[in-house]
Each structure stands twice: as C-alpha cells, then as structure tokens.
C-alpha cells in the first residue's frame, strides 16, 4: 500500500499543482482553454500512437483483455440504464442522469498512464494504452447516444459515424495499432518528434486536470454525486476486475486494467454535457469529488486486486 501510495502522490501533486496555478495570477485565465484542446487534440494522441505504434504485444492477452474491459463497461452502461427508472422516481432529471453516466463510465487517462508509467514501467504503459484502445470507441458511442437520448439532438448513424471519425483518441490509436500489427515503421525523425509531444502530455495533462477542478464542489458534495462516485470508484473496478480474473487474466495485467478502472472520469466529457445538453456542472462537480477521493480508493483498489493477481 506504501508504494502504491507514494508512486500515485507525484500525479496528485501535478493535479494540486493545476488547482493553485488556475487561481494564481502567474498565468492567464485566457490560456488554458487553448491549453486543453492542445492537450486533446495533439499531445494526448501523440502519446497514445507512439505508445501503440511501438509497443510489444507479445505474451499480452489481448482477446480476453479485450473482453473484459469491452465486456465490463457494456455491463456497467446497461446496469446505469436500468437505474435510471429509480433516479427520475427520486426526481433526478435526464440531464443530471447523463452526466452520472458519463462519470460512471468514463475514466481519465492522463491518470491512468501516468500511474502505470510510474508502476509498472513500459510495459504497463503498453497494456494501459491498450485497454484505452479498447473502450473509447464503446465508452464513446454509449456516452453519446445516451446524451442524444436523453437530451435530444441530432441523431442517425450518420451523426454516431462523424462523432467516433473525428475523435482524435481514437484515430490516434487506430493508426497506432494499424502500423503496429502491419510492421511498416515510422521514419525515425518523425517517431522523435511525436516522442518529444508525447513526454510533455501528462504532465501537462495532470495540470489540466487540476486546473479543471472546482475544490468548492469537494466539500459539500450531493447525493447525486456522491452515487456518481461510487459508481465509478467502486462498482466498475469490481466489474473489470471480476470479468477479467474470470478470463484467466492475472499478474501485473489485472493490475492494470485495476487501475484504468479505479482512476476518476475524464474532464473531456464535461466539454461533452456542455455542447449536448448535459448536467454540465454536476459533472465539474463529480469530477472533483472523484479526484479526491481516488487518492485514497486508487491504493486500495490495486493493494486488493493485488492479493487476488497472486491466487
């Protein structure tokens, strides 16, 4: 538990670090939404392609991991749609219902990677881009139709198609994979200058993180959002992590798909329940909650599928 800890407190010190400098007058309030989308559009997918463009799959379960997480989140999404009848009972609207799904499901891999990196060396880094491989394009199209369901909007295949086209997570890890398996390299020079993008995305992206956070929202928090963090720090790990021990999933692959299930969600899908109708401040203050609270689930998640990895 030791180690976990003190290998998680760099990431929340950069997040700690992101919540002070978006309230200091060191740097401009105007910066840091170009900050994000430079982060989201360019940094976080140099990352995610130089990962998957180079990475040693060798050895890696990859049909049962695919399974798991792909199997895992699918089950949570149908599981929170049969809650919905018992919230809107309780008065809970179908916005404020989007967001607790979408912060159920989503999970934020500027975390995720960084812990990995720190834990488990390349390796984990490799396994951790995979399995964000696997569930952004289900992660994506569940999220999506859901505000489109709940919310209105436009809808149709079509508007499903543009939506999962133009993610640039996920084009990033296409192409990655795609050069991957067919064994065309990338011109050194070119891999090295995606290389150098890639090592200041999660640091940068762990600042972000903390610089999107609301520290009011952490201190009095709803019930609503309360759920929306149990959910996501405690059901879903114990979904993945059951799924994939099941598969016969063990060792250090069942940690990491521990952790990309345990880390908060994504600020991404706040941008999301902005421009699609959705409870966006219940998200910003769901997001809070589960950043905080992870510091403390985050070890004990990894400590208990520990002990479960070793038989």
């Known amino acids: 538990m030791t180690i976990i800890f003190e290998s998680i407190l760099p990431?929340?010190?950069?997040v700690s670090l992101g919540v002070w400098l978006k309230r200091s007058p060191l740097i401009d309030l105007t910066l840091w939404e170009g900050l994000e989308q430079l982060g989201y559009y360019i940094l976080f997918p140099a990352l995610l392609f130089s990962t998957l463009a180079t990475a040693d799959f060798t050895g890696m379960k990859t049909d049962a991991t695919a399974l798991a997480t792909i199997g895992s989140v699918t089950l949570?999404?149908?599981?929170?749609?049969?809650?919905?009848?018992?919230?809107?009972?309780?008065?809970?609207?179908?916005?404020?219902?989007?967001?607790?799904?979408?912060?159920?499901?989503?999970?934020?891999?500027?975390?995720?990677?960084?812990?990995?990196?720190?834990?488990?060396?390349?390796?984990?880094l490799s396994l951790t881009a995979l399995v964000m491989t696997l569930v952004i394009i289900p992660i994506n199209l569940y999220n999506v139709g859901v505000l489109i369901g709940f919310n209105g909007g436009p809808k149709g295949l079509k508007f499903f198609a543009f939506k999962i086209a133009t993610n640039p997570?996920?084009?990033?890890?296409?192409?990655?994979?795609?050069?991957n398996a067919s064994g065309i390299p990338v011109y050194g020079p070119v891999l090295n200058a995606i290389e150098m993008l890639a090592s200041a995305s999660l640091s940068l992206g762990l600042v972000m993180v903390g610089a999107g956070l609301k520290v009011s929202d952490a201190l009095r928090p709803s019930l609503v959002a309360l759920l929306a963090v149990f959910l996501?720090?405690?059901?879903?790990?114990?979904f993945m992590v059951g799924t994939a021990y099941a598969l016969g999933i063990r060792s250090d692959s069942l940690l990491v798909i521990a952790l990309g299930a345990s880390v908060p969600t994504a600020?991404?899908?706040?941008?999301?329940?902005?421009?699609?109708?959705?409870?966006?401040?219940?998200?910003?203050?769901?997001?809070?909650?589960?950043?905080?609270?992870?510091?403390?689930?985050?070890?004990?998640?990894?400590?208990?599928?520990?002990?479960?990895?070793?038989?």
């Open 11 to 14: 990431i929340f010190l950069l």
């Open 76 to 124: 949570m999404s149908a599981a929170l749609l049969l809650l919905w009848p018992m919230l809107r009972a309780r008065h809970i609207s179908s916005a404020a219902f989007t967001s607790i799904f979408q912060t159920a499901t989503r999970w934020n891999g500027f975390m995720a990677l960084a812990i990995a990196q720190k834990l488990y060396g390349p390796l984990g």
């Open 169 to 179: 997570l996920i084009v990033a890890s296409a192409l990655g994979i795609v050069l």
């Open 232 to 238: 996501k720090l405690i059901v879903m790990p114990v």
């Open 267 to 311: 600020m991404n899908g706040y941008l999301l329940a902005k421009q699609m109708g959705g409870d966006a401040p219940l998200y910003a203050a769901v997001a809070t909650v589960q950043t905080v609270v992870s510091f403390f689930t985050i070890p004990l998640v990894l400590t208990v599928t520990g002990y479960v990895a070793a038989g």
